[in-house]
């Protein structure tokens, strides 16, 4: 939406580099992507995948999906467990609705185990997963709310051997205290492990950082 850097706003640049800094998980697969163009005068858009070998899928080694055994798919060695957007919204007059001058908005999906996906209490836990991971990572944040939505997937005719699979979806936005967003993506992608059912990291043990060459966050 900007044409140079020196239409950005100092704020938004801060905040782009915050996001840089952010340490991840090496099972996250973090990559820039075309950000919303209507929803803030400037924006910026990552999107996730979390993979791990096919071998360690079916290892039992982790809880959910990672342990439930899942192929990988044709002609790869790989098993993808979740998917996820962080939006960072930057609008410098404000919002009365964000509360603030930025509002990060995401999305995560992860298909479950059958016994997870039947539990009634499956959404009001999906939303204790992300306010715990903001806690844990001291993210300071205001006016945050959300849906959690279970996805019946049914196959019927040529496709009917297929076996029915649960996913749960979580759509979420929060304003955060100020432009340093560090700890709001950290937060962010250990949600994101955790719906894709891997364990957390030991006490103590920092993760590094994974990020595909050539995809740094950028004004959008």
């Known amino acids: 939406m900007v044409n140079s850097l020196d239409q950005v706003p100092a704020d938004f640049l801060f905040a782009l ?3 840089r800094h ?6 996250l697969r973090l990559d820039e992507i075309p950000a919303p163009s209507r929803l803030a005068p400037f924006a910026v858009a990552l999107g996730a995948e979390v993979i791990v070998p096919g071998d360690a899928a079916g290892s039992g080694a982790a809880h959910g999906p990672a342990g439930a055994g899942f192929e990988p ?3 790869s060695d790989e098993v993808e467990l979740a998917t996820g ?6 609008d410098p007059e404000g919002s009365a609705v964000w509360d603030g001058e930025f509002r990060i908005v995401t999305y995560i999906r992860a298909q479950l185990e059958p016994e997870m996906g039947n539990d009634e209490m499956l959404g009001s836990v999906a939303w204790d997963w992300l ?3 903001l806690q844990n990572h001291q993210a300071p944040y205001r006016s945050a709310g959300g849906t959690a939505t279970r996805v019946l997937s049914e196959s019927f005719g040529t496709l009917a051997d297929r076996p029915d699979s649960i ?11 100020g ?3 560090t700890s709001h993506l950290e937060a962010w992608s250990d949600m994101v492990c955790t719906f894709a059912g891997l364990p ?3 006490e103590g043990v920092t993760a590094l950082r994974r990020r595909r060459p050539g995809h740094a966050p950028a004004q959008a």
């Open 17 to 19: 580099g915050t996001l």
């Open 22 to 27: 952010a340490r991840c998980r090496p099972e």
């Open 73 to 75: 798919a044709s002609g």
């Open 85 to 90: 957007r962080f939006i960072l919204l930057h």
């Open 131 to 133: 306010v715990e991971a």
């Open 167 to 177: 996913d749960i979806e979580l759509r979420a936005s929060w304003t955060p205290a």
């Open 179 to 181: 432009p340093d967003i």
């Open 200 to 202: 957390p990291l030991p």
